[in-house]
T-cell receptor, first 114, second 115 residues
Framework: GAGVSQSPSNKVTEKGKDVELRCDPI?????LYWYRQSLGQGLEFLIY????????KSGLPSDRFSAERTGGSVSTLTIQRTQQEDSAVYLC????????????FGPGTRLLVL | DQQVKQNSPSLSVQEGRISILNCDYT??????FLWYKKYPAEGPTFLIS?????DKNEDGRFTVFLNKSAKHLSLHIVPSQPGDSAVYFC??????????????FGTGTRLTIIP
């Protein structure tokens, strides 16, 4: 079946603009995660959705970042008033629910803030 | 504060030989560990995992070893093949609360297999 898809694959924006990044998880996966990878860094956890539970937002770096997951499926990560330090690859992953369920990653959205 | 550390940013290994990638962690609450492999312009793909109740897990050419007392794990690939050339990420999670699956990643090691 189809894997995790993300759009756009690349996004160039100007400092101060808002951006929306989209993630379509694998059908049937109840857990959805957002991570980001800045240049030379590992993947950094941002936010986690599990079913109808309140999301774990503990990784969001500032209140400019927010995410929604509508209908338990598609998710949108929004970055308001983008800054140059927001430039990174934003990765989405989904999994079945369970401690040791494999997280399947999408190809990522490469964001460049000029 | 880097809780998962991969101190070797790169590693080159001759084809057919053993590749050993290392990872250290500082958070004693971590009890589940994973290795992911990443090719350029693709998302990471799961490779192998190990629970803290084990000290070794093997899957084909890949073996992960866990030394809890040293807070160290390693990934062995033998024999190494050209297709193994990629960036390898070590990751960990703390499962004190059931359902806490978010992963903490290391910075990655770029493995190059020399034909």
């Amino acid at each position: 079946g189809a894997g995790v898809s993300q759009s756009p694959s690349n996004k160039v924006t100007e400092k101060g603009k808002d951006v929306e990044l989209r993630c379509d998880p694998i059908s049937g996966h109840t857990a959805l995660y957002w991570y980001r990878q800045s240049l030379g860094q590992g993947l950094e956890f941002l936010i986690y959705f599990q079913g109808n539970s309140a999301p774990d937002k503990s990784g969001l770096p500032s209140d400019r970042f927010s995410a929604e997951r509508t209908g338990g499926s598609v998710s949108t990560l929004t970055i308001q008033r983008t800054q140059q330090e927001d430039s990174a690859v934003y990765l989405c992953a989904s999994s079945l629910w369970g401690r040791e369920e494999t997280q399947y990653f999408g190809p990522g959205t490469r964001l460049l803030v000029l | 504060d880097q809780q998962v550390k991969q101190n070797s940013p790169s590693l080159s290994v001759q084809e057919g030989r053993i590749s050993i990638l290392n990872c250290d962690y500082t958070n004693s609450m971590f009890d589940y560990f994973l290795w992911y492999k990443k090719y350029p312009a693709e998302g990471p793909t799961f490779l192998i995992s190990i629970s803290s109740i084990k000290d070794k897990n093997e899957d084909g050419r890949f073996t992960v070893f866990l030394n809890k007392s040293a807070k160290h794990l390693s990934l062995h690939i033998v024999p190494s093949q050209p297709g193994d050339s990629a960036v390898y990420f070590c990751a960990a999670s703390a499962g004190a609360n059931f359902g806490n699956e978010k992963l903490t990643f290391g910075t990655g090691t770029r493995l190059t297999i020399i034909p």
